[in-house]
């Protein structure tokens, strides 16, 4: 069972960075796809942005330009720096990895932005 423990949220003001981090319990050289997704008040979850194992990227619309997604294979994280943070940026962050056929989430780490 791979557990997924994320970090870094909190408050903060609109126009400032925050740095997300994704620990994983197990050798993320053994994952495929990793991501992260938000989830605000009242809607659905959402993907924010994706590496695969072979370090391809995606990002959502809203993301571009602002965020920046990486792993470690070293330190088994995954992490995304968000830059020129906006209000709607606002909600639950959750770390996601595909390992195997299994998916797997962390608990969340609720992210503020105050405008």
């Known amino acids: 069972q791979v557990q997924l423990v994320e970090s870094g949220g909190g408050l903060v003001q609109a126009g400032g960075s925050l740095r997300l981090s994704c620990e994983a319990s197990?050798?993320?050289?053994?994952?495929?796809?990793m991501a992260w997704y938000r989830q605000a008040p009242g809607n659905q979850r959402e993907l924010v942005a994706r590496i695969n194992d072979v370090g391809r990227i995606n990002y959502a619309d809203s993301a571009k330009g602002r965020f920046t997604i990486s792993r470690d294979g070293g330190l088994n994280t995954m992490d995304l720096h968000m830059n020129d943070l906006k209000s709607e940026d606002t909600g639950v962050y959750y770390c996601?990895?595909?390992?195997?056929?299994?998916?797997?989430w962390g608990q969340g780490t609720q992210v503020t932005v105050s405008s």
């Open positions: 197990d050798n993320i050289f053994n994952f495929g796809a």
């Open positions: 996601n990895a595909n390992v195997l056929s299994d998916n797997y």
